[in-house]
């Protein structure tokens, strides 16, 4: 243990638990101890605080009780002679840094100053919903500010790629890059491996957001790279997160540091990288981090330290950037990222696909605008489809791309032309059943090529190339190679060849789309006739166990998910491709119930995929032994007792709802893997299913529901409407425009004559 470490470590936690007492009392004097404090959108209060001490913050007054902890933590600074420097005492310095740290950043949401303001600053994605006036000053969406901590919302949408490994981890980096090169270098490096990026800190005033903002790379949620702040003290956001990862997923409560510790050190495959100077703050944050089990790793010559016992690997690793080798900038960059997964064994998978511009998950939200574009497929002005057959292993050549027409360098800049893709999937493994699985890919195959936006599926299929990609040679045969990779990446065990072919000579786009939307409409068919009792197995998902070591999905064809990734279909192309992974047939045996959806296979699956811990599980009810949940579900569905009836709350509202909760708070009841007659996190698509709740009176039960689900789901409510014989069905439920209290939830029911007031009594 480097006693240089600890006593800059030391010294700066020092420092900041005295800054963070001095900025409190003058919040305190000026604001008074009842003043609400709180981070946006969360049921976790100041996360790390309510993870490490159990202390449930919501007031300033409540703020002086933690940070006494924290200075309780600090030894005194080193003594330059006689004293042998102890790994406890930077490790306890570190806390009580993170601790300081939160207590800041809640002060400074009290004042306004956080999220960081930084004009003309505009977060990547769809943040207006997930970020609502973060700022408090009327406006949703960013609109200049940096991100700040990370809501809830975000945690749990991340949860499904945390569990199933395709975000294999997360890095903090903290200070400023080398250069900007160096800077764009070593995101994309992350990115291209779906690593989870958070931004903050500066050297100098200078941050590596600013050089990121500098050359126009996109940040947000959307694109895995969140920037929290310009200064050390908001890396605190990156342990927050950390800690409810544990709390979310692992289901952990406030107070068990030991265990949430251990979490984060076994589960959460996070690092630290400091570029450039590391002063004491940015110290004594590093031994914050070390707490977690996350290595941090330098590019500047510091001490190293070693394992210890904590971990089997190193805590500080120096990795000075002019002794990195390489050509230039660029090789260091990639260097630099190889030792930090190297250190912290993060477990990347990346397909190897033969496009000239970058590749990876973290590609799949950017963005790009009509004024960027090459060409555009579909949309307004042309028509693009895209259809996935299966066919005999000798008709097809594994590999062969083949274009029919011309391709886009006639097209005009930002013009746009027919397409047509046709990939045709031979394979011993592969079923009719798993074209649809198979075609829903493409949409995040084609997106995870930087520079390109798919949106849509079948005939409406929507696609731009920017100019940028096109420049280094993105063409038509690139969307051929990329589906051709990944087809075989993702799905080898039932794929043994692919061929793609795009069609761009508009008569033969013409006939494609013909045979695509007959296909079409024949799957349309077979999923209307697959209902849950023309099958005589329903599939388990246990993907979420890794988090929520209790919860088992059952998934029926008119059940699916409760995250909405995983339906019947999917399970079922999920064992195939896998016989033992997480997704296994439950043999239905003899029915029980099957208006309440009790069978023996069920039932048996249920006792022992819970372990024990559920006894018995109602496919359709609400109130009887309803399905548990870990915490990715898209809605959350609860029984309001006064108006005879439920309300289902969308993931992307954060407004209050008439139970007087958010989202956020009700997805730490609905969570967990435990059963709560009442309560139930469901898929978005299970509302629109025959058999949702259908054991509790179904769909007419709904007397509220977010606006948002009511505009995304329009289509299938209108079906809806129809198969329960009132047209106006969807009217008669109120939503957060028009209702935030019980009491106007009742006088509009009754308004509206509402079904739920003469049904009978739900409970
Ligand atoms: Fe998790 Fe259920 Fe989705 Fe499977 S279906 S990934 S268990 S939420
Ligand atoms: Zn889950």
Same mark, same amino acid.
């Given at each position: 243990?480097?006693?240089?470490?600890?006593?800059?470590?030391?010294?700066?936690?020092?420092?900041?638990?005295?800054?963070?007492?001095?900025?409190?009392?003058?919040?305190?004097?000026?604001? =008074?101890?009842?003043?609400?404090?709180? #981070? @946006?959108?969360?049921?976790?209060?100041?996360?790390?605080?309510? =993870?490490?001490?159990?202390?449930?913050?919501?007031?300033?007054?409540?703020?002086?009780?933690?940070?006494?902890?924290?200075?309780?933590?600090?030894?005194? &600074?080193?003594?330059?002679?006689?004293?042998? @420097?102890?790994?406890?005492?930077?490790?306890?310095?570190? /806390?009580?840094?993170?601790?300081?740290?939160?207590?800041?950043?809640?002060?400074?949401?009290?004042?306004?100053?956080?999220?960081?303001?930084?004009?003309? #600053?505009?977060?990547? =994605?769809?943040?207006?919903?997930?970020?609502?006036? $973060?700022?408090?000053?009327?406006?949703?969406?960013?609109?200049?500010?940096? *991100?700040?901590?990370?809501?809830?919302?975000?945690?749990?949408?991340?949860?499904?790629?945390?569990?199933?490994?395709?975000?294999?981890?997360?890095?903090?980096?903290?200070?400023?890059?080398?250069?900007?090169?160096?800077?764009?270098?070593?995101?994309?490096? +992350?990115?291209?491996?779906?690593?989870?990026?958070?931004?903050?800190?500066?050297?100098?005033?200078?941050?590596?957001?600013?050089?990121?903002?500098?050359?126009?790379?996109?940040?947000?949620?959307?694109?895995?790279?969140?920037?929290?702040?310009?200064?050390?003290?908001?890396?605190?956001?990156?342990?927050?997160?950390?800690?409810?990862?544990?709390?979310?997923?692992?289901? $952990?409560?406030?107070?068990?540091?030991?265990?949430?510790?251990?979490?984060?050190?076994?589960?959460?495959?996070?690092?630290?990288?400091?570029?450039?100077?590391?002063?004491?703050?940015?110290?004594?944050?590093?031994?914050?981090?070390?707490?977690?089990?996350?290595?941090?790793?330098?590019?500047?010559?510091?001490?190293?330290?070693?394992?210890?016992?904590?971990?089997?690997?190193?805590?500080?690793?120096?990795?000075?950037?002019?002794?990195?080798?390489?050509?230039?900038?660029?090789?260091?960059?990639?260097?630099?990222?190889?030792?930090?997964?190297?250190?912290?064994?993060?477990?990347?998978?990346?397909?190897?696909?033969?496009?000239?511009?970058?590749?990876?998950?973290?590609?799949?939200?950017?963005?790009?605008?009509?004024?960027?574009?090459?060409?555009?497929?579909?949309?307004?002005?042309?028509?693009?489809?895209?259809?996935?057959?299966?066919?005999?292993?000798?008709?097809?050549?594994?590999?062969?791309?083949?274009?029919?027409?011309?391709?886009?360098?006639?097209?005009?800049?930002?013009?746009?032309?027919?397409?047509?893709?046709? &990939?045709?999937?031979?394979?011993?493994?592969?079923?009719?059943?798993?074209?649809?699985?198979?075609?829903?890919?493409?949409?995040?195959?084609?997106?995870?090529?930087?520079?390109?936006?798919?949106?849509?599926?079948?005939?409406?299929?929507?696609?731009?190339?920017?100019?940028?990609?096109?420049?280094?040679? #993105?063409?038509?045969?690139? #969307?051929?190679?990329?589906?051709?990779?990944?087809?075989?990446?993702?799905?080898?065990?039932?794929?043994?060849?692919?061929?793609?072919?795009?069609?761009?000579?508009?008569?033969?786009?013409?006939?494609?789309?013909?045979?695509?939307?007959?296909?079409?409409?024949?799957?349309?068919?077979?999923?209307?006739?697959?209902?849950?009792?023309?099958?005589?197995?329903?599939?388990?998902?246990?993907?979420?166990?890794?988090?929520?070591?209790?919860?088992?999905?059952?998934?029926?064809?008119?059940?699916?998910?409760?995250?909405?990734?995983?339906?019947?279909?999917?399970?079922?192309?999920?064992? *195939?491709?896998?016989?033992?992974?997480?997704?296994? @047939?439950?043999? +239905?045996?003899? &029915?029980?119930?099957?208006?309440?959806?009790?069978?023996? =296979?069920?039932?048996?699956?249920?006792?022992?995929?819970?372990?024990?811990?559920?006894?018995?599980?109602? $496919?359709?009810?609400?109130?009887?032994?309803? /399905?548990?949940?870990?915490?990715?579900?898209?809605?959350?569905?609860?029984?309001?007792?006064?108006?005879?009836?439920? $309300?289902?709350?969308?993931?992307?509202?954060?407004? /209050?709802?008439?139970?007087?909760?958010?989202?956020?708070?009700?997805?730490?009841?609905?969570?967990?893997?435990?059963?709560?007659?009442?309560?139930?996190?469901?898929?978005?698509?299970?509302?629109?299913? @025959?058999?949702?709740?259908?054991?509790?009176?179904?769909?007419?039960?709904?007397?509220?529901?977010?606006?948002?689900?009511?505009?995304?789901?329009?289509?299938?409510?209108?079906?809806?409407?129809?198969?329960?014989?009132?047209?106006?069905?969807?009217?008669?439920?109120?939503?957060?425009?028009?209702?935030?209290?019980?009491?106007?939830?009742?006088?509009?029911?009754?308004?509206?004559?509402?079904?739920?007031?003469?049904?009978?009594?739900?409970?």
């Amino acid at each position: 243990m480097s006693r240089y470490i600890a006593t800059r470590a030391i010294r700066g936690a020092n420092a900041l638990v005295t800054e963070a007492e001095t900025m409190l009392s003058q919040a305190l004097a000026e604001k =008074g101890p009842d003043l609400p404090v709180s #981070f @946006p959108n969360t049921a976790y209060y100041l996360p790390v605080i309510f =993870g490490m001490t159990g202390r449930e913050i919501e007031t300033l007054g409540q703020l002086p009780d933690a940070l006494a902890h924290a200075r309780e933590l600090l030894h005194p &600074v080193p003594a330059d002679q006689h004293w042998t @420097p102890y790994l406890g005492e930077t490790l306890d310095g570190g /806390m009580a840094t993170l601790i300081a740290a939160e207590v800041i950043e809640a002060v400074r949401y009290v004042y306004g100053l956080q999220p960081e303001l930084m004009p003309g #600053f505009e977060l990547a =994605g769809g943040t207006s919903f997930t970020s609502p006036d $973060m700022n408090g000053d009327g406006e949703a969406g960013s609109n200049g500010h940096l *991100n700040g901590a990370i809501d809830d919302i975000q945690l749990r949408s991340w949860g499904i790629q945390l569990v199933d490994g395709r975000m294999p981890g997360f890095a903090a980096i903290v200070g400023c890059a080398k250069s900007n090169e160096a800077a764009v270098q070593i995101v994309r490096e +992350l990115q291209r491996r779906n690593i989870l990026t958070f931004l903050s800190g500066n050297v100098n005033g200078r941050s590596i957001i600013d050089q990121l903002v500098e050359e126009g790379v996109e940040l947000g949620y959307d694109t895995y790279t969140v920037p929290f702040g310009t200064d050390t003290i908001s890396a605190i956001y990156a342990l927050g997160f950390a800690t409810r990862s544990a709390l979310t997923f692992g289901g $952990m409560k406030g107070g068990q540091a030991k265990e949430i510790l251990h979490y984060n050190k076994d589960r959460v495959f996070a690092f630290v990288l400091a570029l450039g100077e590391v002063d004491d703050l940015k110290y004594a944050a590093a031994a914050g981090a070390i707490n977690f089990g996350f290595p941090v790793i330098a590019d500047t010559v510091i001490p190293q330290i070693l394992p210890t016992g904590i971990t089997t690997y190193e805590h500080v690793v120096s990795m000075p950037w002019n002794e990195i080798e390489g050509a230039d900038d660029l090789e260091r960059s990639e260097r630099l990222v190889q030792k930090c997964i190297e250190v912290r064994g993060v477990k990347v998978q990346v397909a190897d696909v033969p496009v000239p511009v970058p590749y990876g998950s973290a590609f799949e939200g950017e963005v790009v605008r009509k004024a960027d574009m090459r060409i555009e497929m579909g949309g307004k002005g042309s028509r693009c489809f895209e259809y996935l057959r299966m066919a005999k292993l000798e008709d097809v050549t594994d590999g062969q791309i083949e274009i029919v027409g011309p391709d886009f360098s006639e097209v005009p800049e930002q013009g746009s032309m027919d397409m047509g893709i046709v &990939v045709e999937v031979a394979g011993r493994q592969m079923e009719a059943d798993f074209e649809p699985v198979l075609e829903r890919q493409i949409h995040y195959f084609v997106n995870g090529a930087s520079g390109i936006q798919h949106i849509g599926q079948r005939d409406i299929t929507w696609i731009r190339v920017s100019q940028k990609a096109s420049d280094v040679g #993105f063409d038509l045969e690139s #969307f051929g190679k990329i589906l051709h990779a990944r087809l075989h990446s993702d799905f080898g065990a039932i794929v043994d060849k692919v061929a793609v072919t795009i069609y761009t000579d508009p008569e033969q786009v013409d006939q494609r789309l013909d045979e695509a939307r007959a296909a079409y409409d024949f799957r349309n068919k077979r999923l209307e006739d697959l209902t849950d009792t023309a099958v005589d197995e329903f599939y388990s998902c246990t993907l979420c166990q890794s988090f929520a070591p209790n919860h088992v999905c059952i998934v029926s064809p008119e059940r699916l998910g409760l995250c909405g990734a995983y339906n019947w279909l999917d399970c079922k192309a999920s064992f *195939n491709i896998n016989p033992t992974g997480p997704n296994q @047939p439950i043999k +239905l045996g003899r &029915v029980s119930d099957v208006d309440t959806g009790y069978w023996e =296979g069920t039932n048996d699956y249920a006792k022992v995929g819970s372990h024990g811990v559920v006894e018995e599980v109602a $496919m359709y009810s609400i109130m009887e032994n309803p /399905m548990t949940a870990c915490g990715c579900f898209e809605c959350i569905v609860m029984l309001i007792p006064e108006s005879n009836g439920v $309300m289902v709350v969308s993931r992307e509202d954060t407004s /209050m709802t008439p139970a007087g909760m958010t989202f956020s708070t009700l997805a730490g009841i609905a969570g967990g893997g435990i059963q709560t007659p009442g309560v139930m996190g469901v898929g978005k698509y299970y509302l629109a299913s @025959p058999k949702f709740i259908s054991a509790d009176g179904g769909f007419k039960r709904i007397v509220w529901m977010s606006s948002v689900l009511k505009d995304t789901m329009a289509e299938e409510f209108k079906v809806v409407a129809e198969r329960e014989g009132d047209l106006e069905l969807i009217d008669r439920i109120a939503d957060e425009r028009s209702v935030g209290s019980v009491e106007e939830l009742v006088a509009w029911l009754e308004e509206h004559e509402h079904p739920a007031l003469t049904m009978d009594p739900i409970f």
